[in-house]
């Protein structure tokens, strides 16, 4: 089953049959049959590889800055009973149903469309970082560069043009899956229906939107990690990358 | 222990230093306001007039550390252009400005010797204005319940215990106007540090997730410094301290503990992964953007201080002698 294909597939003819003799308007928001959707998306980590890239394909799309991640995959090496195994954990803003973001924000700029995507306003935003603060998943970061509360937005320009979100477009084995639970054909209903899915941290309260079939226990709230790779960096100090030499010689 | 991680990120601290010193300037304004109204019942207006101009100074220097922790600090009037009033850094959007400029017409007011009614209602606005300043900063990180530090009991009683004793402090740095007004403020320093200690120590080890918690989050010398040289020793220098000298240690100390407070529990909080058990690095006491907190906060309050001493000693005189020499002259 490749759900991305069969949620355009779907979307397509689902238009066409409404309005045959218009023009199919391109917008995944506005579906034929004038139902409000609610996106969501399910991760299913029996098909995720750890490969990243839905990060590069998230940063290239959506410009965000060297640093910043508005999706990436943490890589965690969990004890099974065959041995050490590789964990793959794909994080972003989950689109909460009871986003904690939205309260916080003292301007009004963060806020949750009619189907559930929770947005920042780039112009009103003022950097003050109290959604930042206040998201349990870490999902928000403040954008060097605009100054501005950033995170991820489902797509939603790709969306409005008819595309999948950039991630769930490229991830090679198809765990990301994304649609409208208010569909119940829809891809993301089908396996919620099908599959025994979880999401993270239940115990804050937010009614996450993104959920994972195949998520082990260690995973679900804070885990538990000793030194890795982390202490590695702090150890080894800047990546080449980001040393000043070498951004030198990318300006020049 | 799950295991170990082998790709992972490091998320930058939303809150920077600045954050820090907006908490302890504006916390220290609130309280050396509140010392003047305490002062002025107790004692008359002549006692509580250093409290007041320690108030000024310190009410004018906290919006600088505020503006500069915005990343977009050109869109501050945004606060202003809508309502939202589900968010408490919201109203602390009001509440400043309010607290600042009654407290800043107080003081023009008391310097110039006029308007004994409306300053009346300036100080009662300013001493409402500052409880609500202390009731939002305290608030505002105490229902962000990602940060499990902040979002409990504890925290917000002896953020707002810190914060009173480093407004004394900063009065009887500036110095009290009497003995009896310093015996007071004394008084008030070792109240509001005890207090501060023993609230500590409860919210620290009555709650042993809490003690696991703050032990993870912040090193245990850091947590002794705060308790030992920022809350024990001012208390005690003002209890048992005798003269000016002992009187300006203790406010130092109760300074410096209300500032290492707030860096341990703001840099501790944000240094935890709130997804892992792991925790990101802090920036450093000699990092550029402390060293710019650090003297870009000391800058505006020294800014501040001259302000206030050219209104106190030059404008005020000036304007006082005005409207009295215009009759004499006229008579001549």
Redesign the interface.
Known sequence: MTTRRNFLTGAVARESDAAPAEAPTPSLRRPADGHTPRWAMVMDLRKCIGCQACTVACAMENTVHEGSYRTHVPVYEIESEFGPVPAMLPRMCNHCENPPCIPACPVKATYQTNDGIVLVDQDACVGCGYCVQACPYEARHLDHESGTADKCTFCVHRLDAGLLPACVETCVGGARVFGDLRDPESAVSRLLAEHDTRHLKPEAGTRPQVYYIGLDDRLVSEVEIEEGARALRRTAGPAPDTAPDTKHHEEA | ????????????F??RPWAVAYFLVIGAAVAAALAEEALRLLRGPAAARPALRVAAVLALSAPLPLLA?????A??L??Y??A?P??V??W??WLLPAFVATTLMATVADTLGRWAGPARLLRLGMAASGLGVLAYTAG?TAI????PLWHNAGFPVVLTLTALASGVGAVLIAGAADRAAARLLRMALAGSAGAGLVALGLWLLADPDMARLALSEMPVAVLGHVAGLGLALPALLALFGRGAVSARLAGAAAVWGALAFRWALFTGA?AQ??????SY?PPALTDPATLQSVTGTAGMIALAAVLVAVLDLYLAPALRRGPQAGPRAGKA
Do not use: C, Y
């Open positions: 222990m799950t295991g170990i991680d082998l790709i992972s990120v490091d998320q930058a939303a809150w922790d915005l990343h977009q600090p869109r501050f945004n606060f252009l809508g939202a589900r968010s850094m919201w602390g959007a505002e962000v319940a990602a940060r944000q992964s709130r997804v892992e058990t792991a690095l």
